[in-house]
């Protein structure tokens, strides 16, 4: 890590980037065309997102607004976790502790820094940690081991039983740090009463944790408003995936990562809610108007993405999709498991989805529990990929569903669980008449394979498909 | 004796296993130490540890597996593609780590392309990542499960009975095993680590009725054996390793490995498990709780502590920190020990290999010989 | 006394012949298939051009891959050690030496007596290793030693994705193909080796003073660019060749053993 790196808390520097980038086009038009100029790294995201209009700047407040929590959160005297994204941050929120997602501040750096997270990925080799972990969590975790962020008090993850490489990142940053740790373990099924059980009592364990930790109790009411709050939420994100179903498609392509992203950090919050009801507002009038969301206005293609997607340097995998007509049409991380969820009411799938139920304490802690289990990659990622409700029945449902083209898999060479699996996986897409594209890039670092390569072998795959 | 030992540890179907199968008995695979053999012996099966040895190359098992995942289930795919495991009635499957549960679809995949590459009995065996009360509770059920499932398929009852006697034999065989552990970190070891690890991996291979007697005759040798005098004392750390061959690489004319924390090693036979009660749920405790892999998360300071002892009782002058390229687990927790253990005085080497065929001798010797200068010339300068 | 130390690299092999803690005669050739063929060339040059015969050695170290099959030597004694020696005869106030060879790189951190203390070596391919630089520069139509002075004439070095060496001289191609000036590739070349150094250099803590041995530390691109990563100054060997560093540490290991110590 280069000595200058070392000079500013990262999270701080990432702070002033959001806050600073959030404030742009707070004045004239001019003032904020003449800023650009001075951002070349970032103008790229800045106009993706503040060119979506009111949903975009919403957006952009609440990642300013999130990381403003993170490095004040010691004044405001409150605990902070270093989490995981497939982690509902709800219970953290009802309990007064600031979430600090590896993976999401990952996406945030990647997108905006020329180098993106390269010097903190190369860090955590330099200490120890493996260079095949996933890059992922790797990204950030190396600044908070360099001890250039916000003062961590625990870690906590839900990854077991569901991806080695995360919640390695999490075991390892404790041991590293000597800070406490709190897993919640997946068994490999999703459904039955033995799962539901290890769930429900695994849960316990962690509030149990999470109150030691903190020295106070769990305030019901306080967990009451935030699970109303996310039963709001699925509402809306019901919606707009039922939307999304339309031909042509009304939601412009970054949406999806705004609903998971805002997801990550605020489920639960007043925060993520007036992202996905201003996002709900543009999808309505554009289905009103019957007209596509992409800004070229017509749609060629549609695709899905099974596994994540790639977060080269402004927000490049969206520019790829946008200018050349592919409508996005989800993936798994935007998926959610509540009851309404299009997919869930589609297949009948109410068994395998939860719901909320603000009854009493046990009846809250029961939903929170059902909603973490089914989490995206947690939900689906923990079995074999053909069993009931695992990867392959969820992605076939979806595709058939959001009306794609194709299947597109990108994930991260760190990602042992699902490259163990995934040729297998394309053989059973394909079979089914999806022609499947897996990227051998890193979503998190450009070293592996720049974005230039991904992109051209992406349009070969399309060409050479005959999908264009 | 060691000639016999050694055999069955080269050879995956060796003559015991011959003789087994003869005998019109049934054999059931496995892959990780966290499934209990006891279960199988008690129902007359023979448990057997699923390796990769011999595997010359991965080209069935980059078939499936994608890229970027660790070569030993590779090489585990790749043998059963090539019919060496012809010979399992059935395969046990653990998420013990990402790449090895992927051998559960991978396996059936390949079975599915070529007939009888997958025996018709094929388990997924859920064993969770922590040890507290509810998971106890799950890992019993779900032996229990697999209790059931193994009865039904193989026509047998696996009573109480039986497998307090499983255990019982079992615990005898670990007792003899503990033997062996004091008589392998005496000063003067009377076998180097080379064969002390054929002696442990033979145990994986045949009946242990078999193997006890052997073990026995192999301990009562060795009491009369010329000692090793002189080397530098190493323990190997880390990733799997059932090749004799690496460790006689490692050890050369100057070194002997007198200690492990290997899942082919000493993680195997730690350990009694409780011969009252019931002995479903005695067998989950023990095997859950008592099985130091860094896939149960959050408890490196344990694991930690288990290895100073280690140093201490088997007065080791270094520690080899081996990992196979892409498991993250080993690797990582490979950085902290040395880091912890650097900060003790404790000379720490870190290695990362791939498993199969031992073609990087030529670096890895280069390294480790590199690794014990340094330690001559601590032990010089003390 | 005479005494004589032979380091068979991958791509090249190196014999030092000493004498009272003086260099009289070193000779590098290129390495051949077999190890002991090239060790046997390498030390009979030395030799004859020192006027010496084989057995007015007192004493003969070998290092280097094929340090066991060289039948001449008295005693084998690893790389790492003797890159470790010899580092320190050529700057007395090393801690920390980092070498690259031809087909891996080390880092080695040594105490203030100038004993071996904690040593890393590179595990993979050759991203890192001379040879990396070897393949880059074949890529570029240039000669090794042209690649280092290409880095001081750019004004915009080229960043490369990767430090891959397959992945790598694809994007070098790539960039040639655009017409991107060539001392703006070089030197991408050469930081991008730099960076990939850096992360093994930090892993076993920098201690200064540092310097590098090995052939690329003749690569002053590299070297500057290693500064860079780094942040520290990185001494440069003027004495002898830092090419012949394991070659040196070989003969003085010699020296010991012919003066009656034990290596």
Known sequence: MRKETREYNFDWMLWNSFTAAAQLKKGTE???????????????????????????????????????????????????????????????????????????????????????????????????????????????????????????????????????????????????????????????????????????????????????????????????????????????????????????????????????????????????????????????????????????????????????????????????????????????????????????????????????????????????????????????????????NMWLEDTLGLAKLYNADLIVYNGTPGCRNTWGMVKLFARDTEKAGFPTYIMYADAFDARVQSWEATEERFMEFLKVRRLV | MIKELLDASTVLNNKHVIQWKKNGKKVVGYTCSYVPDEVFHAAGILPFRIRGFGAADTTIGDTYFGPFVCSLPKCMLQLAGEGKFNFLDGVIITPGCDSMRRLDECWRKAGSDVDGVIPSFFFHYGVPHKYSDYTIKWLTEETHRLIAAVEEHFKVKITDENLHRSIKLYNQSRMLLDRFEAMRTLDAPPFNGEDALAVILAGTTMPREEYNSLLEKFLSEAENSPVIKNRVRLMLVGSANDDAGLVRVMEGEKAVVVADNLCFGSRFYTDQVEESGDPVSALSKRYLGHNDCPRMYGDYKRRLDILVQKVEKAKIDGVILQNIRFCDLHGSENGLFERDLEAMGIPCMRLEREYGPLVETGRMKMRVDAFIERIHQKKAIA | MFVSGVDVGSLTSKAVIMKDDRIVKSVIIKSKARPWESADEVMDMALARAGLDRKDIKNCVGTGYGRDKISFIDEAVSEIACHGRGARWLVPSVRTVIDIGGQDCKAIRLDAKGDMMKFITNDKCASGTGRFLEVMAKVMNLDLDELGEMSARSKQPVTFASACTVWAQADVIQQLNDKVPIEDIAAGVNNAMASRMAILANSIGLENDVCMTGGVAKNNGVVNALEKHLGIRIKRIRREDPQIAGAIGAALFAMEKASGGVI
């Open chain 1, 30 to 388: 001019k003032e904020y065309r003449s800023m650009l100029k001075y951002i070349p790294y970032f103008r790229g995201v800045v106009e993706s997102i503040l060119d979506a209009g009111e949903p975009g700047q919403k957006f952009l407040d609440i990642c300013s607004k999130y990381m403003e929590n993170v490095i004040t959160a010691k004044e405001k005297g409150k605990k902070t976790a270093i989490t995981t994204f497939c982690f509902s941050p709800a219970i953290f929120y009802a309990m007064d502790i600031i979430p600090v997602c590896l993976e999401v501040i990952s996406v945030m750096m990647t997108f905006t820094y020329k180098r993106g997270t390269a010097e903190f990925l190369d860090y955590c080799n330099e200490v120890g940690y493996t260079e095949t972990s996933c890059s992922s969590q790797r990204g950030t975790i190396g600044a908070y081991l360099a001890g250039i962020g916000a003062d961590i008090d625990m870690i906590v993850t839900d990854t077991p039983g569901v991806c080695d490489t995360n919640a390695n990142a999490f075991a390892f940053a404790s041991a590293y740090l000597d800070k406490p740790f709190f897993q919640l373990d997946m068994p490999p099924d999703l459904t039955g009463e033995r799962s539901n059980e290890y769930h429900r009592e695994d849960y316990r364990a962690l509030i149990k944790f999470l109150e030691e930790q903190t020295g106070k109790k769990l305030d019901p009411e306080k967990l009451r408003a935030n699970l109303r709050e996310l039963a709001k939420q699925d509402e809306i994100i019901a919606e707009l995936e039922d939307l999304a179903r339309m031909v042509p498609n009304p939601l412009p392509v970054s949406y999806n990562l705004m609903v998971y992203a805002s997801r990550f950090l605020f489920a639960g919050m007043p925060e993520c809610t007036g992202v996905l009801e201003s996002m709900l507002e543009v999808a309505r009038e554009n289905a009103a108007k019957n007209i596509s969301g992409l800004s070229g206005g017509v749609e060629k293609l549609r695709a899905f993405f099974c596994y994540i997607d790639h977060y080269a340097q402004n927000l490049q995998l969206w520019k790829m999709l946008d200018i050349n007509g592919i409508c996005y049409q989800g993936n798994i991380l935007s998926r959610s498991w509540a009851h309404n969820a299009p997919h869930v009411t589609e297949y009948n799938k109410e068994e395998v989805a939860y719901t909320i139920d603000t009854t009493d304490i046990d009846s809250l802690i029961d939903s929170l529990a059902m909603i973490n289990s089914r989490m995206p990659m947690i939900k689906s990622i923990r079995g074999p990929y053909d069993a009931p």
